[in-house]
């Protein structure tokens, strides 16, 4: 879509953007995310929650908090898996293994992070953790039942392992099983009450499932008993934030600051505070709060993500590419993150590289209809150059069809997919009057062409003729210099020829 654009295209993009990017526990959306999500095109987290985006239209790069969170894979996994190798008794051959395993998960080797982690599995003390972070990599392969497999294995061999009960539940939020993820925090929290980092995965079911007030309740009893348990007071900021409570919630990230030293969570922090600043209208303090996300952790996505979506509402292309690169970097599968960075490409003007980033949001998930959307936009606005002008206009009409077909029953009554598809109907038609002019045209140029070579000939002929005459004739011969001898008369040269025997742009 061209930057001159009109405002509905621009808005419902970015709402689409938005909406799509809710679907992850740590999600991000085309608004900013909470907790752990991205703002305005992406909604994939990993280890943190998202919120999904309200109901109405944001502009590109603003943020939208996301309310059902849902974590698209526990990016601080390897990390809580390195602290356990460390609480818990296990051989320093076990140890060096797993942190060989986080390094090549970071590094992208997820093939050698599996051999790894698989010879781990029948040892005594560490096969719990070598199942988790199995979990973990299967999940960000898009293995979900295998990541539940490995997950569940983990809690067996460790009942008290709370990190495989966060995932766990986690994962089953973004699966759609609330229910199940809640009854599997409730089991674990009564067999094991003391055990408070188990309720830590209640809180944040009881966040993704839009029970504020629970977590309220319940964060404050822990509170009670912990009255530095960094969890719960992020569950419970996250919970009045989503409330509408943000000065409550700036308290509470703020004081958590004060007590915490721990990387991960002073990035969990400083994520949520960015969707605080949002929702108090004051971009300055986000931007620096999400630039303090990834400082604290710089694998961070969807700290990244929000960050682009704010540099792109500064219409600062440059920086938004920058930023949602990052954010594909660290997390592959983060189709919302190649959704924003397909429209950061756009602003620049860079329509193949748009395209692409499109295509790849395709590709990491076929039903994901906002990509078509902005695919579709992006054919009936842009300049391909050496792309037939029809073809691409097909192109446009087959996507938001496409994304009508993905939509079903979820799009909107007032959706301006059918208006994109009439105005791309029209540009074809328009096209092929074009070229039936064009090909008139060129006609008309030839045929004006053929009669000139046919009049020049005409006219060659008659003054050979005229010379003949000259020469033979009794009246004598016409010389070079126009002078003839007796008898004769000079005339123009060439003859006296009638004057409708020469086109009229030769007279």
Known sequence: MKQTGSPMKNSLMIHLLLVGLS???????????????AIEASK?????????????????????????????????????????????????????????????????????????????????????LANYNLGV?????????????????????????????????????RMGNGSTALQTADRYVRERPDNLDHIDAKLQVLNASRQYEDTIREAKAVLRRDERNVRAMVNLATAYHRLGKHELSEDVLLQIEKVSKEAAVLA????????????????????????????????????????????????????????FGKAVKFYPGYREAYLNLGNAH?????????????????????????????????????????KDKKDQYQLAIDNFNRYKQEMKATLPREDPADQYIEEAKKKIELEIKKEAMRRESA???????????????????????????????EDGEVEEDGEVEEGGEVEDEGGDLPEDEFPEDDK
């Open 346 to 386: 756009k602003g620049l003007k860079a329509y193949a590289d748009a395209q692409k980033a499109f295509e790849q949001a395709m590709r990491i998930d076929g039903s994901f209809a906002p990509a078509y959307f902005n695919l579709g936009i992006l054919y009936l606005d842009a300049d391909f150059e050496g």
């Open 44 to 128: 994939g987290a990993v280890d943190a929650p998202l919120s999904s985006t309200p109901e109405g239209a944001a502009e590109v790069g603003a943020a939208v908090d996301t309310e059902a969170d849902v974590d698209p894979g526990d990016r601080e996994a390897p990390k809580r898996a390195e602290r356990a190798a460390k609480a818990v008794e296990v051989s320093a051959a076990a140890e060096s293994a797993l942190a060989e395993a986080s390094s090549r998960m970071k590094s992208g080797d997820l093939p050698g992070a599996r051999s790894r982690l698989e010879a781990l599995l029948s040892d005594p003390q560490a096969g719990f």
């Open 137 to 173: 990599l299967s999940d960000r392969e898009g293995k979900v039942q295998d990541a539940l497999s490995s997950f569940r294995e983990s809690l067996r061999l460790n009942p008290d392992f709370s990190p495989a009960l966060v995932s766990l539940c986690r994962l089953l939020v």
């Open 268 to 323: 969990d922090v400083r994520h949520l505070l960015g969707f605080v600043y949002l929702a108090m209208d004051d971009p300055r303090k986000a931007r620096k709060a999400f630039e303090g996300a990834v400082e604290a952790r710089p694998d961070f996505a969807e700290a990244y993500n929000n960050l682009g979506v704010l540099y792109h509402k500064a219409r600062d292309y440059d920086s938004a590419v920058s930023s």
């Open 443 to 473: 006609k008309e140029v030839e045929e004006d062409e053929e009669g000139e070579e046919g009049e020049e000939g005409e006219e060659d002929s008659e003054v050979g003729e005229d010379s003949e005459v000259g020469e033979d004739g």
């Open 23 to 37: 679907l992850l526990s740590a999600c991000a959306g085309v608004k900013a995310v909470e907790d752990k999500g």
